[in-house]
């Protein structure tokens, strides 16, 4: 499975993103997909996740960001609205499925005045 990740970029604070992952390979058996972070200096967090029809989203995270998947794409989408300067990382989509974890190679958003 391969995962490719787009839509990263500059943002003033307050302004809003959307980060695209596209899957391709075997995929048929993927059962989550996902988006998590890292700003330097930290460890990777999970930013949100879809398995099925459940979505879980990282506390801090809630209600200003949003996933969403396109089955017939095989695309998953992070909406992010009111962004913050500590939301600044890499974003990077991975995949759970085929006894495996799949990773994306990151896209840089930086939140920046």
């Known amino acids: 499975v391969q995962l490719q990740a787009s839509g990263g970029g500059l943002v003033q604070p307050g302004g809003s993103l959307r980060l695209s992952c596209a899957a391709s390979?075997?995929?048929?058996?993927?059962?989550?997909r996902g988006w998590y972070r890292q700003a330097p200096g930290k460890q990777r967090e999970l930013v949100a996740r879809?398995?099925?029809?459940?979505?879980t989203y990282a506390d801090s995270l809630k209600g200003r960001f949003t996933i969403s998947r396109d089955i017939v794409k095989n695309t998953v989408d992070l909406q992010m609205n009111s962004l913050k300067v500590e939301d600044t990382a890499v974003y990077y989509c991975?995949?759970?499925?085929?006894?495996?974890?799949?990773w994306g190679q990151g896209t840089l958003v930086t939140v920046s005045s």
């Open positions: 991975n995949a759970h499925g085929n006894y495996k974890i799949y």
């Open positions: 390979g075997r995929t048929n058996g993927i059962s989550e």
């Open positions: 879809i398995r099925g029809g459940e979505t």
